[in-house]
Structures are given as C-alpha cells and as structure tokens.
C-alpha cells in the first residue's frame, strides 16, 4: 500500500515533468513562450475597404480570472461580426510569466486576431520584458480598413511619475495620418483622467488627442467600472473607459465612416 | 634554585603546550561545528537554472536547514540572483541492505529573495499608496514536497553518502492564482520542478 503510494507520487513529479522545470517564477520567458505575439496577429487582419462598418470588442483587466477569460472568447468566437479583439492592459495580475501564458492559452483560441496593449500590472517585476518577448514593443501602431490604431503606455504611475508616460514625443511622430489611413483610434490602458496617469501629463495628452485631425476616440480601461465616456472640456474627442473582463464585460465598439458607437455587453 | 629551574621550564612548556593544544582543539570543533553536513548542486526548482547550497542535518537526521544561491542566465530568461533558505522534513526513511536510503516523500518549505532593480521587498510607499499591490515582489514563499534516493557509500572516506532528489514547489502568487481559478485550473499545473545531486558529510 505503502508503496503503491510512493509510486503514485513519482508518477505525479513526472506528470508534472511535461514542462515544468521552472528557473525562477520572474523569468522572462521559456523554452515554450511564444513570440512577437502582436505583430504576428496583425498580419492575419484581413484588408478591408477604408468606411466599412468595422466591429472592435474592447476589454482590459484579464488579470487571473481565467474562467471570465474563457467565456469571453466562447461569446466572441460564437459571434460572426466582430473584426477583431483589443485586450486593453492588466493581462496578468503579478507580471509573472505563469499569468501572461496563462491568458494567452486562452486568447489564443479566438478564430479572429486579439492585439495586447500593456497594463500597470503588467510592468510590474519583470512583467514589462515579459510584455515585450511576447507581445512586442510597448507603444505600436497598426492600420484597419482605413483606420490607424495607435497603442501605446499610460501607465506613468510605474515609472515614479517621472513624465516620460505617456511618451508624447512618441505620440505625437505617431498620432498622424497617413495616405492609407486618415482617421485614428487610440487604445491604451490608464484613462487620462485617472489618478494612476502621470498627472503633469494629463492635460497635454488630452489636448494631443483633440487636437489630432482624424482622431476618432481615445479608448481605455483600468477602473473596473460601468462603462464611462468622458469629454476634455465636454466637447471633441470622445475618451471612453470600459468595463474590465474579469468584471464579465467588454466594450463592443462600432465604426462607420469614423463615426463611432461604443455599447458595454456583459456576459 | 638551579634544580628548580628545569621543572620550571618543563612547567611553562606544559602550559604553553596545553594551551596551544586545547586552542588548536577549540578551533578545530568551532569548524566542526560550522562545517555543512552537506552541498549540494540543483537543476531548475524556481531557485535559479543551477543553484549551490550548503546544508545542516537537524533532528536527528530527520530534516536538514540549508542556504543556497542561483542564478538565472540572460538566455534562459535572466539575469536574476536568487538567494534561498529552504527547510526539509524526511519524515519516511526506506531502508534498502543498508545500500540504500528511499525518502518518499519530503515535505519542503522555502522562501528565495530575487535581488534587482526589478524587484523590491515592499512597493515604493512614495509611489504607491499602501495595499495598491499588497505582495513583494522580491520574496516568494515556496511549498513543496521531494522525493530522495541516497546511496550511502562504504568507503572509509568523509563522504558518506549521496541523494538524487526531485522536488516539486509552487509558491504564495501561484497558489493564490489556483484558488481562484480552481475550476479551470489543475492543481498540478501551479507546480513546478527542479532536480538535484547531495553529498552528505
């Protein structure tokens, strides 16, 4: 009996074996970490004429609910209209590898792209070159039926508020439209109007976005909270916050012809 | 006075002689005493790819307290320097002709400190409000359980046996991420594992 048990036990250390050996839980990646994660889902977007009707579902703060996470990509995967997926910040909770893995494995199942942006707590530890082996650099952009997505980090508490986050040399070489793309989208994770947000930059920022030509909306997340859609001085650029995954609710976000609906759906 | 003077040098040299005998006799038991029952070299474990330690056998032989250092090189996810205390309880000894020692299961408990400027025991509090990120970054709780195989040597030497182990840890983060994902997760996935070699003094 004794030994019956012993050797349920090995067999559980070699169960464990497929994968496991573990240097440290702040390493940065292993041998099974995927890479450049983002680029690679930007390639599969199909091309798409420039005023179609385009479909965004929009959510952050995944952290480590992987339950909410999952019905998140059955719901989407079960609906046929939406173009692709915007997780907005807070992909893990401790910056650990285990996490962003963990949430990838799920994301990774949606038949549609899903494209990454940076969260506070992702930079947290060696979160911040997790983010980057994984999912690419942490201010990028991409273009989509006519429209240039900027995405870029908002997260100036994890930098001491030293007013280099936002980048606004960054935003404003990227915040321009080009011959393909004349409207834009922002994504980022801290809203501007938060208290995480470096505040000697807040007004900068807000006043960069409305005074973008083209600049559709500038959406975040972050606060774990009904959907909210707040304007600079009440008029301009809309600055929509959504509600967060692991609070059951996405921002599905409509475009035409850079008109823009945001509608919260929980699930 | 003349004859008294031999016994007297005889005297001082006893003296001295004992002296530098029961000093020599001190300091040899002072580094006895601090001599490691034990190194040891390990693969993985979430103590570094290749860790080092020493250890000391306490209760009988029954559980050993050690100190080891590791690191992480760039390539394999690093660079990281991790220092670790770990306490083993080997609770069940398999005795095989006296060759071999079996210890099924050994129930380990280790904290490991990862050092640099990524990592700190507590958030800024001037950043931070206090609780914003309630853990350390720095310090991870590890609990686990080993599994050993000694092979005790019969060779008149110092070195009385060795052990090849292997040990399964999760730690404080990852088991907080497992209760709350109890029913998505296995219980086996938050665990992860490191091998080793022991030689026992």
């Not at chain 1, 497929?18 to 091309?47: G, H, M, W």
């Not at chain 1, 393909?180 to 938060?194: E, Q, Y």
């Amino acid at each position: 009996m004794f030994y019956r048990k012993i050797c349920l036990f090995l067999l559980f250390i070699s169960f464990c074996g497929c994968n496991a050996d573990e240097y440290s839980p702040n390493q940065k990646f292993n041998s099974s970490t995927p890479i450049n994660v983002n680029a690679r889902e930007i390639n599969t977007l199909p091309s798409k004429a420039a005023g179609t009707t385009i479909k965004i579902a929009v959510s952050g703060d995944t952290q480590r609910n992987y339950k909410e996470s999952e019905d998140f990509v059955a719901l989407i995967n079960s609906r046929k209209d939406i173009d692709f997926v915007i997780l907005n910040g807070d992909i893990s909770d401790f910056g650990l590898l285990l996490e962003f893995n963990g949430i990838y494995k799920k994301y990774d199942k949606l038949t549609i792209p899903f494209i990454s942006v940076i969260g506070n707590h992702d930079l947290v530890a060696n979160g911040s070159d997790v983010y980057k082996r994984m999912f690419g650099d942490l201010n990028f952009t991409f273009n989509y039926a006519g429209i240039k997505f900027v995405c870029h980090d908002t997260n100036g508490r994890e930098y001491d508020f030293n007013g280099t986050t936002p980048n606004l040399e960054w935003l404003r070489k990227n915040l321009t439209a080009d011959l393909k793309a004349d409207r834009l989208v922002a994504f980022s994770h801290v809203p501007p109007t938060d208290g995480d947000f470096d505040p000697i930059l807040a007004d900068p920022y807000q006043n960069l976005i409305n005074q973008t030509p083209g600049m559709i909306a500038s959406i975040h997340s972050h606060q774990h909270q009904p959907q909210i859609i707040r304007y600079q001085n009440g008029t301009g650029v809309p600055f929509i916050v959504t509600n967060a995954i692991i609070k059951r609710a996405f921002t599905l976000i409509t475009i035409t012809n850079g008109q823009i609906v945001a509608e919260e759906i929980n699930f | 006075m003349d004859k008294l003077l031999p016994k007297k040098l005889i005297f001082r040299f006893v003296v001295i002689l004992g002296l530098l005998t029961s000093s020599a006799y001190a300091q040899k038991s002072f580094l006895k005493r601090i001599e490691p029952d034990q190194v040891n070299l390990q693969y993985a474990g979430s103590i570094g790819y290749f860790s080092g330690g020493i250890g000391y056998n306490l209760l009988n032989e029954k559980a050993t307290l050690s100190a080891h250092y590791g690191y992480v090189p760039k390539n394999k996810g690093g660079w990281m320097s991790i220092f670790t205390a770990k306490f083993e309880y080997k609770p069940f000894a398999i005795n095989i002709k006296e060759k071999i020692i079996i210890h099924p299961i050994n129930p380990v408990f280790f904290p490991s400190y990862t050092s640099g400027d990524n990592f700190d025991y507590q958030f800024k509090t001037s950043q931070y409000k206090e609780g914003y990120y309630f853990w350390s970054s720095a310090l991870r709780l590890h609990l686990g359980a080993g599994t050993e195989v000694k092979i005790i040597s019969h060779l008149n030497s110092s070195l009385k046996s060795v052990s090849l182990y292997a040990e399964a840890n999760t730690n404080d983060l990852y088991a907080i991420s497992w209760l709350e994902n109890r029913t998505t997760t296995p219980f086996y996935e938050m665990f992860k594992l490191g091998y080793g070699v022991r030689v026992n003094f």
